[in-house]
Each structure stands twice: as structure tokens, then as C-alpha cells.
């Protein structure tokens, strides 16, 4: 039972990543009726990843083991070595997940940095002075956004 409910979510877990791929290259192509199709497969996944789990907490419980970890150390037997394989799958899926799932974050601040530097093109605001650049002790440099001079106020 423990090890079918694991081989589960790692399938859940697998679908899971390759919607976010999905869901990325949708966001990159612009094509917004996909990345409402792969938002709403993700939530359904979401919800089938959290039955699982549900079950495995009650089937651990039902032994009086309250985490995985703690039915591995206590057990002995041929299916605890596939009990751990495959809890250590899961993990590396999240990671995974954990990954793909940063590189949109990555896409959504880049698209929201792109809109507010044309926002500011269109308010007037003078888009070089924006930014500043500034560095710090080890030598990473970034921009820090400053709005306070407006060309068009220059103006009035």
C-alpha cells in the first residue's frame, strides 16, 4: 500500500513538472488561452498530490508511524530499501519541480520589470535615470529602481 502510494505521487509529481514546462513555454510564446489550460491541469494536480499524501498519513497512522522516515527506521524488510528509493525520488522531483517552478518566477519579474520600463517610457519618465547602478562588497552589481524625476513635472 505505502509503496503503491509512493510510486503515485512520483507519477503525480512527473505530470506536475512537465505542466510547468508547459506553462512556461506558454508564458515565453504568448499564448495565454495555453497557460490557462496548464494553470488549471497544475491546480488539479495540486489537488490529487494532496489526496495522496492524505492517504499515506492515514495508512501511517493505521501503523502508528507518524512520517515515513519514522516507519523506515522502525521496519526491517525487503520493501523498506524500496520505501526509501522511492521517498529519495520524491524529493529529487521536488527539486525539480522546485526548479522549473523558479524559472518562471524569473520569466513573471522580467515581464513586470519590461511593463514598468515602458510604463515609464509613456509617463515620461526619463527611463535612464531609472535605474541606478550600484555594487556591492562582493562585487554583484544591480539596478535599483528610482522614479522621482519625471520629465513631464520638469515641464509644469
Known sequence: MLIENLKNEIR???SMIQAFRGLESAMLNKQPEMVSKYALSIEELSLEISLI???????????GYSSV????????????????YLS??????????TIVMDGIRQIVEFENYYFELLNNLVRGVNPSSNY?????????????????????????
Open 69 to 84: 522516515r519514522q516507519y523506515v527506521e522502525a521496519q526491517d524488510g525487503e520493501d523498506i530499501s524500496q520505501v526509501a
Open 88 to 97: 529519495a525520488e520524491i524529493v529529487e522531483k521536488l527539486n525539480e519541480l
Open 132 to 156: 541606478s547602478y550600484t555594487q556591492n562588497k562582493q562585487g554583484i552589481s544591480s539596478y535599483l529602481p528610482t522614479n522621482d524625476n519625471p520629465r513631464y513635472d520638469r515641464l509644469k
Open 12 to 14: 503525480v509529481l512527473d
Open 53 to 63: 499524501e492524505s492517504e499515506r498519513e492515514k495508512f501511517l497512522q493505521e501503523l
